[in-house]
């Protein structure tokens, strides 16, 4: 009972995460900022894993032993957030952890391999969830609410999840401050995500570097996707606080 009353906390401690993507040219860069409760333990940096010929690169959550986001040798690369909005099942031993899901996808060869793992996800045992998926040609968003799964749809450019009281003014602060500024390079949405704004009567909150004191912004990765390979950068800490010279750094061949 414990252990159900701490995993409970955490849950609720947990405030946001984002995620925006953006075409140059025959390219795709994105970035992840996975913001977490100051309790939950520390993820371990990107590891490289291989399963019947696909190859691939994920974090890894030391709780659920799976990740939040992830990307493999044949194109595809994908990223879940946290719907804290949706139709939360009470805590429990039985529950599936969402992780595990960006892991078995991560496995997989194809698109269509893929959508099987989505369509077959015991979501009976899940809390909501937002997926993305992501290859140069597809780039799609699925939406578990708790309730059902909606049909998939094209992924917009930028995405975030909360757990904040004030979700909705968050993200349409976000949302509005991405778009003020000009991207033309990857370097663009890593500058964004490490942005102390928005801001609102100086509370961090709201922020895409975000900082309170139960929960903050606690890594950012950077994934770039082309013809040939993907580049996987990884920032453990505050966005704000990286050395982007001295990135995690770990890469893929497109087979």
């Given at each position: 009972m414990i252990r159900l009353v701490k995993r409970h906390q955490q849950e609720c401690l947990r405030v946001m995460c984002s995620l925006n993507w953006r075409k140059f040219g025959g390219s795709i860069g994105l970035v992840f900022t996975r913001d977490e409760s100051v309790l939950r333990a520390k993820a371990l940096p990107p590891q490289r894993f291989s399963k019947a010929g696909v190859e691939y690169l994920m974090p890894v959550d030391p709780v659920g032993k799976g990740s939040w986001i992830s990307a493999n040798n044949k194109g595809m690369v994908f990223c879940l957030l946290n719907d804290y909005q949706?139709?939360?099942?009470?805590?429990?031993?039985?529950?599936?952890?969402?992780?595990?899901?960006?892991?078995?996808?991560?496995?997989?060869?194809?698109?269509?391999?893929?959508?099987?793992?989505?369509?077959?996800?015991?979501?009976?045992?899940?809390?909501?969830?937002?997926?993305?998926?992501?290859?140069?040609?597809?780039?799609?968003?699925?939406?578990?609410?708790?309730?059902?799964?909606?049909?998939?749809?094209?992924?917009?450019?930028?995405?975030?999840?909360?757990?904040?009281?004030?979700?909705?003014?968050?993200?349409?602060?976000?949302?509005?401050?991405?778009?003020?500024?000009?991207?033309?390079?990857?370097?663009?949405?890593?500058?964004?995500?490490?942005?102390?704004?928005?801001?609102?009567?100086?509370?961090?909150?709201?922020?895409?570097?975000?900082?309170?004191?139960?929960?903050?912004?606690?890594?950012?990765?950077?994934?770039?996707?082309?013809?040939?390979?993907?580049e996987f950068k990884y920032w453990p800490g505050q966005p704000c606080e990286a050395n982007l010279a001295q990135p995690i750094f770990k890469s893929l061949t497109i087979t």
């Open positions: 949706g139709n939360m099942k009470p805590m429990s031993d039985k529950l599936v952890s969402r992780g595990a899901l960006i892991q078995k996808l991560a496995e997989c060869a194809t698109l269509a391999d893929a959508e099987d793992i989505i369509n077959t996800w015991p979501y009976h045992q899940s809390q909501p969830f937002y997926l993305c998926v992501i290859s140069l040609n597809d780039q799609f968003l699925w939406h578990f609410n708790g309730d059902k799964l909606l049909q998939k749809e094209t992924l917009p450019e930028q995405l975030y999840s909360s757990g904040h009281p004030e979700v909705e003014k968050i993200k349409t602060l976000r949302s509005e401050f991405a778009k003020s500024q000009k991207i033309s390079f990857v370097d663009d949405i890593i500058k964004l995500h490490r942005a102390h704004e928005p801001e609102v009567d100086g509370d961090r909150a709201y922020s895409f570097c975000m900082h309170r004191a139960e929960a903050c912004s606690q890594s950012m990765t950077v994934i770039e996707i082309n013809q040939k390979n993907i």
